[in-house]
């Protein structure tokens, strides 16, 4: 809902409220806009006093020629470099005239129902209550005019955030700097939460208190990158799973950025994200627009795990592409680790119907079967099948695969490219490089510059006849390598800095339009596992693979975190085998199949080369997963633990209506002699009464959340357990 209010002393507020939160904004007399409010849900009213009541520093510059109006102490939407607030502006231009002032006031805004699109980028879809505020700034002086658009995902708490600059002066001028979100909140109590990684150790949350300067973590790579997702939050210190405030931003958008809180001298905290400011300009013509990817903001008073749930909820409804939104995610066999680069036709027909016999529903044909790969060093770019290997075409293959009584799938590396491929040889200039330097490999690759409309068209015309052609049901979209040397043959000496955010504008259009034209291939994308898990990609792929590293102890951080933000069907889970590729580790069926459960299912694995035992046990695993799929994909998650030594995680799903809850712990290391532990249950109904699958006994929600379930006596290092509850009627007495 959003309310307008305008007082008698000329300020204008608009009240953007979903149903627990409001962020209010103020335009006063003089066209400033301020943001002197955002948290749990208030009424319309004059609040005047919240920046009049700020005390002013003298030493600080006045604005507007006003004694005492010092833009550096107040709550700004949407802060300007030049003027007379001297912390890190929300944006920065470079005018003709080489001036790089702005002053921007507010000239009008709009307020309409549902969303527009953003031109050529991703973003969160309006629902049915979806409304918008668009306000218009101006600078006078230049021609620039700045629109803020925040939308409001009312029954979601939650709020977007997009930016758009449009030049109406008689001059280009230069973009140096463009967040998407700029929020100052009064106070410097906050910690700054995010997520660390690298290869094969994603998504890890660190948290750090803010402190008097800047803090920033963001990606200079290509790519959103293994190094840091395009998430942060500010938090109480203390924040749990269940207490604590929480302001969340999270990126739609898949390249280089930057998200920084800083504290500035009146201990006020300017948090930010938007594109990575530096090697990026962008030169706006006259007539010309810019459009910011969008930012999603969340506020919550309950923790991570309310704002998980909100994030959940809301990518769930409104980002993950709507052809397979609510749809089972299938289980598959994924042939990278069970047969790398070694493989025959029949071998991979022999795979499929393993994998079909334990209960997968769809096999994927990984790297090495097109051109004439078998091992890195050549032929991405040559999609065409590698026939002496495949034993023939892919069209024989998939036959004698789906004669196995299971879907195709394939995997794709779109963007790259090998040296040694013919596509190279064709068109050299079509790679990412720098004039008078070598190219550099990376995974023996070259990047193909997407910032060029005929690479992406060649994109485009390439994989949708592979679509066309063969009965692909699905496609891991790979992406290994990040960009060195930046540098386009195709852009203008001027233009060169806009590379990188071309390169996102281009791989959107390729995605956008084979996913229009094909909407029933099932997407999974995947950048060396977890280098590129961010909503941007959510908008166009149903699941992501969110790490390479498939030992279900290292997955447990990992899974942790990303489920911070990603719903359970958009995570990309396999099942290994042992001992495991990453770490050596042979960890008991049981508890690699409890870790693989927390997302969409998979197996990394031959099959074949199971134990009789453990053969019956991964069976019973995936139709037990089959059978709870929809409570996993589609629940409600709790995580009950993980956050505090790192020994022991646990985590609930309780189905959409509450009717089935299922309850994993894991332990990684034993520890002898120790107290009796229980693990205590949330996200059950108080007054329901559930009965737990195994042992038949039945008690009631408030029992389980207060007393929790005996964990009993560990005896083994990495032990997993699993419980399904199910909702009954009240037990006779
Ligand atoms: C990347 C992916 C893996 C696998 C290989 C194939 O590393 O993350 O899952 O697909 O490429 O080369």
Request: aromatic share 10%; with cysteine; hydrophobic share 40%.
């Amino acid at each position: 809902m959003i309310q307008t209010l305008q007082t008698a002393s000329g300020n204008q507020f608009f009240f953007l409220s979903t149903r627990s939160t409001t962020l209010v904004v103020q335009r006063d007399p003089h066209g400033f806009l301020f943001a002197p409010y955002w948290g749990s849900r208030i009424p319309a009213s004059d609040l005047s006093y919240l920046v009049a009541e700020i005390p002013r520093a003298s030493y600080l510059a006045d604005a507007d020629g006003r004694k005492d109006f010092k833009l550096e102490q107040l709550p700004q939407l949407y802060p300007a470099y030049g003027y007379t607030d001297l912390r890190m502006p929300a944006f920065a231009f470079t005018y003709a005239d080489g001036s790089r002032v702005t002053d921007l006031r507010c000239v009008g805004h709009r307020i309409y129902r549902g969303k527009h699109p953003l031109p050529g980028l991703p973003m969160v879809r309006p629902d049915a209550e979806t409304e918008t505020l668009e306000l218009q700034l101006r600078d006078t002086v230049q021609g620039a005019d700045v629109f803020i658009v925040l939308t409001v995902f009312a029954a979601h708490d939650a709020l977007t955030q997009s930016v758009r600059v449009e030049n109406h002066g008689n001059a280009p001028f230069r973009i140096d700097r463009i967040c998407s979100v700029s929020m100052d909140l009064p106070d410097n109590r906050w910690e700054f939460l995010y997520l660390d990684g690298a290869w094969a150790r994603e998504s890890h949350i660190c948290r750090q208190p803010v402190r008097q300067g800047c803090l920033s973590v963001g990606s200079l790579r290509g790519a959103s990158s293994h190094a840091h997702n395009p998430f942060a939050a500010l938090v109480d210190p203390g924040t749990d799973e269940t207490h604590g405030e929480v302001y969340a931003l999270h990126f739609v958008y898949s390249g280089n950025f930057l998200a920084s809180a800083q504290v500035d001298m009146h201990q006020n905290t300017r948090f930010q994200m938007g594109l990575h400011p530096f090697d990026f300009d962008w030169t706006l013509e006259p007539g010309a627009s810019f459009t910011a990817p969008e930012v999603v903001l969340i506020h919550g008073e309950q923790g991570l795990g309310q704002m998980s749930q909100r994030f959940h909820a809301l990518y769930r409804d409104c980002l993950l592409p709507r052809a397979f939104a609510g749809k089972p995610r299938p289980v598959l066999l994924n042939s990278w680790e069970a047969s790398y680069f070694r493989f025959t036709g029949e071998s991979l027909t022999r795979l499929a119907g393993q994998a079909a016999s334990v209960g997968a529903e769809l096999f994927v044909l990984d790297d090495g079967w097109f051109g004439h790969r078998d091992d890195t060093t050549s032929s991405v770019g040559d999609w065409v099948p590698y026939r002496e290997k495949l034993g023939g075409g892919l069209e024989a293959l998939i036959q004698g695969i789906h004669g196995q009584n299971i879907a195709f799938g394939l995997w794709l590396e779109p963007e790259m490219v090998s040296p040694d491929s013919d596509l190279y040889r064709a068109h050299p200039d079509w790679v990412i490089q720098a004039p008078g330097r070598r190219i550099e490999k990376s995974r023996d690759e070259y990047v193909l510059d997407l910032s060029n409309p005929a690479v992406c068209d060649h994109l485009i015309g390439t994989i949708s006849r592979l679509l066309s052609s063969y009965p692909i049901a699905y496609i891991k979209w790979d992406m290994n390598r990040n960009f060195t040397n930046l540098g386009s043959t195709w852009l203008p000496a001027y233009r060169q800095k806009e590379q990188a955010h071309r390169y996102m504008l281009g791989l959107y259009r390729v995605l956008d339009r084979l996913t229009t034209d094909f909407p029933q291939v099932l997407l999974e994308g995947c950048a060396g596992g977890g280098g590129r898990t961010d909503p941007g990609m959510l908008y166009y792929v149903s699941q992501i693979w969110i790490s390479d590293d498939t030992d279900a102890l290292e997955r447990l951080p990992i899974q942790y975190g990303a489920s911070l933000t990603l719903p359970a069907e958009a995570m990309g889970c396999h099942i290994s085998a042992v001992p495991n590729h990453q770490t050596g580790r042979s960890l008991p069926l049981q508890t690699r199949a409890a870790v693989a459960m927390a997302g969409s299912l998979g197996l990394e694995m031959d099959p074949a080369a199971l134990t009789p035992e453990e053969r019956t046990q991964l069976t019973h695993a995936i139709a037990r997963y089959k059978a709870l799929r929809t409570t996993v994909q589609q629940g409600r998650l709790y995580r009950l633990k993980g956050l505090e030594d790192g020994n022991e995680y646990a985590w609930l799903f309780s189905s959409e209506d509450g009717a089935q809850v299922l309850v994993t712990y894991v332990q990684k290391r034993m520890c002898p002699n120790t107290i009796t532990r229980r693990l205590r249950l949330r996200g059950l109904e108080p007054d329901a009464f559930y009965r737990d699958e195994a042992e038949g006994w039945v008690r009631s929600g408030r029992e389980l959340a207060a007393v929790g379930l005996a964990l009993g006596r560990i005896r083994t290092d990495a032990f997993a357990r699993q419980w399904l509850l199910r909702r009954v009627e009240a037990p006779q007495t």
